[in-house]
Structures are given as C-alpha cells and as structure tokens.
C-alpha cells in the first residue's frame, strides 16, 4: 500500500525559540502511563492566571484550560485542534495558519481523523479559540512511564530459575500450530518503544520500523530491517506476537511466529509518548497494510462530548477501516472504573491479565466504562477478555533497563529473555491470536474476530468487569467461526448484575442506575425479542424489543426492588436473559442476585484527605464487597479535590449509622470535632 504523504514534525521537550515546552499537567485524571505495572510521577507545574471559566467556555477543555492557568504567557504548550468531520489536512492547516499567530508550529495533520497537533504559546491560544472553523482544543499530554519490575522474589527466580508461563498452551494456539496457522501472511503493527531487531528470535519477523520520536526509519525489508528499543518494553511486546524461539531452540515463542511485525517507535526511551504521536503511529500502521494493531499503552479519561482524544479518534477510524485493534486495558486495577483509554473504545478488543489459567491478577483494571456525555451513555462492559500478565517470559531488547527487565534464566539463555508482568504482556498475545484467526479465515473482520474469541473464552467465573468473556482460546475461537458461518450474536456483559454493584442486593435503600446491555453481532437480525426466564423476572427490568444490526447496538437493564418488600422475599434470584429472533435464541446472559437485609449506613470521610493521596474506599473491593454481603450501604463524605469545602456537622451524622475516619491528613475545625 502506497504511504499518504502527510506533515509531521516529531519534537522532545525542551526548547523551542527560547521557550519552554509546557509538559502535561501532572494530574492522576490526565496521566498515561505504559501499561506494565508503574507509579505516576507528578510533574511541576508553573503558576500563572488562574481565571480558567472564560477559557473553558470556547470549545475548550479542562486540562488544556487548567494548564494554561498553570502556566507563563510564553510557555509552548502541546495543542489538539479538532475540526468538523470532512475537513482535509489542508483545510485544516489553512484555518490555524489564517489565524496569524506567530507561535503555532503544526506537527501533524490527520488525514484518518480531523485533527490537527501543534505547538503553540501558552499566551496565543485564547486567540486560536475564537477560529470558528475549530470544533474544539484540548491538551496533547505528555505520556511518562515509571516501570515497576517483579517483588525481588519474583526476581529472583526470573534471573536464575526455569519458571515459566506456557501463555501458548493456556491459550490454546497449539492445535492450530499443528494445522498450519500460525500468522504467515498477516501485518501486526505493534505500536510502542520499537524493537531490537538483533535479537535472534525477531530477525525475520520485523518487515519495517518507523520511528516517530527520533526518525530513525528503516522500511525497505529487502536488506534486513535495522531497528532499535532504547527501552525495552516494545521488544517484548513484539516478542509476545511473533517470537520465533530461536534463542532457546524453539522452546519459547510468541503466538504467532509466522506474522510479519510493522513496528512504531511512539514511545522514547524514558516511556514518553503524546497522545497525537500514537494517533500518528495509527495512521501510519493503517496507510502501510497493518491488518491488527497492537497498543500495550493508555492513561486516565475523561468523558467529553466534543472533545476525543486522537489515540481513541485513531482507533475507532481504523476499526471502521477494517483493522482489528487490541488494547491494554490497564495496571489501575482492583477498583471498578479503572479501564485505561484508549482502551476504553467500545468495538476494539481489550485485554486484561489473568495468571496463567486460575484467575485474574489484581492490578488488571476493572470495568465498567461510564460515559455521561458521549456515545453510548451509560454504564458499558469492558474488558472484552482477559490473558496471561504475570510471570510471562518474553525477548529481552540488548539495550534494556537490567532492572526493569531482568534476564530469565541466564545461564541457558543469557540475556535472550525477561520475565515480566502486566497488562502490556497480555495485550500482544491476542494481538497474535487475531493474526492466526485472520490467516485461516480470510477477509476476517474486527467484529468477527471479537465476538469469536469472546463467545469462545474460558469462563472464569468472576465478575465480567473483571474477566470480560474469560480467557482466551484461539482454537476454539477458530472452530466457532468455521462452525457458526462467522454468523455470531453475543451480549455483554455475559452476566447480570455485576461491578461496580455486586449480586447481593439490600432489601431497602439500594438504589441502581440502569445499565447498559451490548450486543455485538456479526450480521443483521432484525427485530429480536427481549424475554427474562426464572423469578429474576420480578425484578429486572428492560425493553421488550430490539432492532439488532450488524455491527453494535444497545438495551439498557436494571434492578428494581421496592422498599416495601417483605422479608420473606429475600432470598436468591436467578434466571436468563434472551434475545429471540424469528423464534431462535440468538444471545443469552445468565441473571443472578440475592436479596439481603438492610445492615445499616457507613459513611466515610473523604473530605479530610489531601488531594495527592486520595484512597478512595471503592479502590478496596474486598472491603467494600464485604461489606454490601453484609447489607451495609456505603457513602462518601466530601471531595478534597472539590473547590468548595464541606464541613461535618449533625446534619451529616444523621445520615449514616456509623462514620469512619480513615485517614486525617488536612485540620479538622473546632466545630467539627465538637
């Protein structure tokens, strides 16, 4: 596929004219970070104006408005610039440059979204806000990474000892090994901090290195590609697609050893990525023949309804093309909402980590995605599936960090391999089983390949927010395309009710928004039934009826026990959702919930934390899970991130039971200790 010729312009922080390049504010709600298990660093910031209401109210968003409050008028700030779907690359450009501002260096211009990166001083933007050709603006955040390697323990065996995760096994990719399948004729660009191309086991694999940080390009294959990690994590991300065990005699490789690998250095060598500059790696995959992409990446998001974030923008314009995309879902987890963006893009296929075959590990972010002002609204379902991310053995790049990524069993292999953790390791795995189910079925799409290796997976009995559909096997997920005529009908989440509630409903005082029900379909159904079965029916309610068409549509469902119920209905609920097309069950979840006593009200003080330390009780789920199996409602008092303080008075004890003080880190008043 011929390359569109596109302006780019690929800079570090650092100067430019004279001028300070503004970082990313330095807030958890905007900070992105690689998707192996880290810590977030905070950036300093610089005061300046600090009136953000008239900024905020021109198409603006809220980081971008509080950054420029934050900084000097001469501060060069990294901008988005979103533009009405339709617009060109030229027209966009023309628009900023008609503005006439002096400051503004434009570093990318889209073609796949509409959307403009660009450098510009802190001082000038107000003016570019008032262009009525932009939709809106918002900041190009900094992404930074601080990886956190496996407990010494861990350590230590992954250094000397033999311990490995068959990832390939518990994934089932065998059987289609043995049939031939194994990737051959299938891009998978692997978007990341690029790739040593000198390890033996990725010397044929590699077909082009593109280099968006530093320009270092090599796509001409013919004489050997020549591509570089100054960090480490790509390496092991494209050696968990398509590693072909040469370093170890065959005994270790990725999921699909015969895919040929297009690798985009995003990221530099400290982890460092801006959101355009991914977006730009996906529209440089979709232009050079990429069929999957690969991104073991992601951050915070925020909802907005005109503002999208170019990695997310990217993402959805490459499905839209054809191009399955597999995303980490996060390291933020156990607590419910975690799922990082752009994994939180609805049709591509995210992916949690599991260890090995029991379970999930705990730091693998939790669903649901809750948008309130863009599509779908409401409470979705994600992850989509889970693999293995702990202990997994992968390449290890001959420049990488020796105590990020320690070498795995040195004196078989020396330096060939690493053991390591996270979401970014499973991520890769179904990136590769993507590209075996596209090699035998051909013309394979995003949603064949999604429903197939969800409707297929390994339940693992735990809360969909958490698994998704379960752990994936490629074979089945293979076997279930031949046997179904790619005609596949799935609902998600696969059960009913789920997290951020639980299954243990209290009698009175239980009060739950609707949630929404996904179907994903291959083919169109038409106008399908919506029936529940069982003595759930009492208390769940939905639609009767459905349009489904090809591709995605939603329901809402929710639970509805009165107060005045009495107790001899608690007990357990059980039955089955189904979606009936012309008289055939085409889709079904299970429903299952107990109705509990009311055990009373905890609240807890959150308005005495500081904002820097923030240990909100729903990141405990074990607590707070405990808890509602014990009838108890809980609530939060106050938000130390709230402008306006609140204070405890009787009006607030009297509405909980009991009132836990959990930390004390800002100055109760005399009033309130009285």
């Not at 990719?173 to 040593?196: I, K, Q, R």
């Not at 001409?220 to 100054?230: E, F, N, S, V």
């Not at 707070?624 to 609530?635: A, C, D």
């Amino acid at each position: 596929m011929a390359v569109k010729k596109s302006l780019i312009l690929s800079l570090e922080v650092g100067a430019i004219e004279g001028h300070t390049i503004m970082p990313a504010i330095s807030k958890p709600t905007i900070a992105v970070f690689i998707l192996t298990i880290i810590m977030f660093t905070p950036t300093p910031v610089w005061s300046g104006s600090s009136d953000t209401r008239s900024l905020a109210s021109v198409g603006m968003s809220a980081n971008l408005a509080l950054t420029i409050a934050s900084s000097q008028p001469d501060d060069i700030i990294p901008v988005i610039a979103q533009f009405p779907e339709g617009s060109t690359p030229d027209d966009m450009i023309d628009a900023i440059r008609m503005t006439g501002l002096s400051s503004v260096i434009i570093r990318h211009a889209f073609h796949i979204i509409p959307m403009v990166s660009m450098y510009i001083r802190s001082e000038e933007i107000s003016q570019l806000a008032t262009n009525t050709l932009i939709s809106g603006l918002s900041l190009d955040v900094k992404r930074k990474l601080a990886t956190d390697p496996l407990p010494i323990e861990k350590a230590t065996l992954a250094a000397n000892g033999n311990d490995y995760v068959h990832f390939t096994e518990i994934l089932g990719v065998e059987p289609m090994w043995a049939m031939g399948f194994n990737g051959t004729g299938v891009v998978v660009a692997v978007l990341d901090s690029g790739v040593d191309t000198n390890h033996p086991d990725l010397q044929y694999q590699v077909i082009g290195f593109k280099d968006l940080i530093n320009g270092i390009d090599d796509m001409t294959p013919g004489d050997g590609i020549d591509g570089y990690d100054d960090n480490g994590h790509g390496t092991a991300c494209v050696w968990n697609v398509a590693g072909n065990g040469t370093a170890s005699g065959g005994n270790l490789t990725g999921i699909a050893p015969g895919a040929s690998i297009l690798v985009v250095k995003v990221l530099n060598s400290e982890g460092a990525g801006d959101d355009s500059v991914i977006a730009a790696g996906i529209e440089f995959a979709m232009d050079n023949g990429a069929d999957v992409i690969s991104l073991s990446l992601g951050g915070e998001w925020t909802d907005n309804s005109f503002i999208i974030e170019p990695s997310v923008g990217a993402s959805e314009a490459a499905i839209e093309a054809g191009i399955s995309v597999v995303i980490a879902a996060g390291n933020s987890g156990p607590q419910a909402f975690s799922i990082n963006s752009p994994g939180i893009v609805e049709e591509a296929i995210t992916v949690g980590s599991s260890v090995d075959a029991t379970g999930v590990i705990a730091f693998s972010s939790v669903g649901p995605v809750l948008r309130t002002r863009s599509e779908p609204n409401g409470y979705t379902a994600k992850p989509d599936v889970v693999a293995p991310g702990f202990g997994v053995v992968s390449g290890r790049a001959e420049d990488a960090n020796p105590f990020d990524y320690l070498p795995y069993n040195f004196t078989q292999f020396g330096y060939s391999y690493t053991r390591w953790a996270g979401t970014s390791a499973s991520t890769p795995m179904i990136a590769g089983a993507v590209a075996i189910l596209a090699q035998r079925h051909l013309l394979l799409t995003p949603e064949e390949a999604k429903t197939s290796l969800m409707a297929s997976a390994n339940d693992l009995g735990l809360d969909p927010m958490v698994q998704g559909w379960g752990l994936v096997n490629i074979t089945r997920a293979s076997e279930l395309l031949v046997n179904s005529t790619r005609d596949i009908t799935i609902m998600t989440p696969r059960r009913f009710p789920t997290l951020p509630w639980s299954d243990n409903v209290l009698i009175v005082g239980d009060d739950r928004p609707p949630q929404n029900m996904t179907i994903i379909s291959t083919q169109s159904h038409g106008l399908a039934n919506i029936t529940i079965s069982g003595n759930a029916s009492l208390f769940v309610n939905t639609e009767n009826q459905i349009s489904i068409s090809a591709g995605y549509s939603y329901f809402d469902i929710h639970l509805d026990i009165p107060e005045d119920l009495p107790m001899s209905e608690i007990g357990w609920y059980s039955g089955m959702l189904n979606l009936t097309s012309y008289g055939e069950v085409v889709a079904s979840i299970t429903i299952g919930f107990t109705i509990t006593l009311f055990g009373g009200r905890l609240m807890v003080d959150m308005e005495h934390h500081s904002t820097g330390d923030i240990d909100d009780p729903s990141y405990f789920g074990y607590f707070t899970e405990y808890l509602r199996e014990s009838g108890v409602i809980l609530s939060e008092f106050g938000n130390p991130e709230d402008l306006t303080r609140s204070y405890i008075d009787l009006g607030t004890l009297s509405g909980s039971d009991i009132f836990m003080i959990m930390d004390t880190e800002t100055v109760y008043t005399e009033e309130e200790v009285s």
